[in-house]
């Protein structure tokens, strides 16, 4: 299922900040699966870090998203900047539809100016794609539930 967040990056965050805030939240989303670690999600996004900052400051995050796919998740991540960054409510919580998911890719935008150092990174790493992400399935498609009735169960087990 299709989800966006948006992150402000400057003047409310550097590049790098933003970039750590970004990792963190596919880190989070992909974590939720018993069948995948954060680690492999932290690992990904650090091979990726050079060319993500060149991507934020360059302001390319604006309008290409980064998409996380993993299992239902289909998450479009994007910057906002200047005076909107100053206003932004973001939503960093981790995207919910990730529990059952097996394999997770994060497909990096490939601007013009970029193209050679982003797919030297998607090709250094296999989690890392710089090739369009596939389209999102859409509610008609949807084959499950919206909630995800076993973690609701256990979040109330364990209080």
Not at 32 to 47: I, K
Not at 67 to 75: D, E, N
Not at 109 to 121: D, I, R, T, Y
């Amino acid at each position: 299922m299709r989800r966006t967040r948006e992150v402000a990056a400057s003047p409310v965050r550097s590049a790098s900040a933003t970039w750590s805030v970004i990792a963190d939240l596919v880190a989070e989303t992909v974590a939720q699966s018993s069948a995948l670690s954060r680690d492999e999600a932290v690992q990904a996004m650090s091979a990726a870090e050079a060319v993500g900052r060149m991507l934020i400051a360059g302001g390319h995050l604006h309008k290409h998203p980064l998409t996380l796919v993993a299992g239902k998740v289909h998450c479009e991540i994007t910057t906002v900047s200047g005076t909107a960054a100053l206003t932004l409510e973001e939503n960093l919580n981790p995207v919910p539809g990730a529990t059952g998911a097996d394999d997770f890719t994060i497909h990096l935008p490939s601007p013009a100016p970029l193209q050679e150092q982003v797919k030297a990174v998607a090709d250094g790493h296999a989690r890392l794609s710089d090739a369009a992400p596939p389209v999102p399935e859409t509610k008609a498609a949807s084959s499950g539930p919206l909630i995800d009735l076993e973690a609701l169960r256990r979040a109330v087990t364990h209080r």
